[in-house]
């Protein structure tokens, strides 16, 4: 892939699965923080599925859109978008009811310092969304950061291993799941949790960041020796599937690929393609953040994007001196500081 029409095409590919799985949603949908650097792709993925499953369910992109460009080619795209910060009480009841809700809404990087925002986005607006949505479908976006660094060897978190979320982050969003678990008792509202780690986009991502450091000669770091990922694409569309595997109390779904990747090894993969070598600081940690998806991966199928796949259309972009959003996904930290 040589553009970023080219990639965006490849990403929102439907499986003849979710094309499947569409046309049994009955209702709208609604992708809520659209702006996001998954949204736009979700849309899209959606959209085509509607357009071949040949049904007419409207697909809405709610965003606070700071710049007009998302917006115009959500809409050149058949999307219905709506700007809207929904922290105005005026704007959230201003949302159409749509049966079908995938909420992306948060914050992430930045909380150090602004914390409170972080937990008044992924803790406070989720209630209040859901007591705007108590007849909808909900599956709203988490982390595996909720989960405790786990011992490489030993095990994996699968969802019932017991939450421990390490800095404020984390801990607002599983802020975030407790609140709307609470109306999820309250009003029998279906949901699902999808915690997710790392989703892989050629323009950003941590294969991205280590063949990047890779090329240009800078050290990698191994304190986080270990890490799970999934093509963007793929956890875009288990996303959509998801709506289908909605209950209440919430359902919980891990969302990553089936590997546990070594740092060392993705560094080294890169360096070879590359023809360069890898340099490296500090030492695998016996501990990293590692989630066993296989329950997912059970309901959906392998992710059909490969990582060695990945590998090659990130050496490749790399290479190419591709487009990037230059935002680090920081996986290297250990005390959820972000």
Not at 83 to 105: G, R
Request: charge should be negative.
């Amino acid at each position: 892939m040589k553009t970023i029409q080219e990639l965006e095409v490849f990403m929102t590919e439907p499986s003849q699965a979710l094309v499947e799985d569409i046309r049994k949603l009955d209702g709208d949908l609604m992708i809520v923080g659209v702006g996001g650097k998954m949204g736009p792709t979700l849309a899209k993925m959606a959209k085509r599925a509607n357009d071949k499953a040949g049904v007419s369910k409207k697909v809405y992109g709610v965003s606070r859109f700071s710049t007009p460009d998302l917006r115009n080619e959500l809409n050149a795209f058949g999307i219905h978008t709506i700007s809207a910060d929904l922290l105005k009480e005026e704007d959230l009841q201003a949302l159409p009811q749509v049966k079908n809700i995938i909420f992306m809404a948060g914050n992430k990087f930045g909380t150090v310092g602004n914390e409170h925002f972080t937990w008044a986005m992924n803790a406070y607006l989720p209630g209040r969304f859901a007591e705007k949505f108590p007849e909808s479908r909900i599956v709203s976006f988490s982390t595996g950061n909720v989960y405790p660094l786990t011992d490489v060897i030993k095990s994996h978190c699968a969802e019932d291993q017991p939450v421990n979320p390490i800095g404020e982050y984390a801990q607002s969003c599983l802020g975030r799941e407790r609140v709307l678990t609470y109306f999820s008792h309250k009003n029998d509202t279906p949901m699902l949790f999808f915690r997710l780690n790392y989703a892989i986009d050629l323009r950003y991502g941590v294969l991205l960041e280590v063949a990047r450091q890779v090329y240009n000669g800078q050290p990698i770091d191994l304190t986080m020796g270990n890490v799970n990922v999934i093509w963007q694409g793929d956890a875009n569309e288990y996303a959509i599937r998801s709506l289908l595997h909605t209950d209440s109390p919430p359902k919980i779904l891990n969302v990553t690929g089936p590997e546990t990747i070594s740092v060392r090894w993705l560094a080294e993969a890169f360096a070879k393609h590359f023809k360069k070598e890898a340099v490296f600081v500090n030492e695998e940690q016996p501990t990293a953040l590692l989630n066993d998806a296989s329950q997912a991966h059970k309901l959906f199928g392998y992710p059909k994007v490969t990582m060695q796949q990945m590998i090659e259309m990130t050496a490749d972009w790399v290479e190419k001196d591709g487009y990037t959003y230059n935002k680090p996904t920081h996986f290297q930290e250990r005390q959820g500081a972000f």
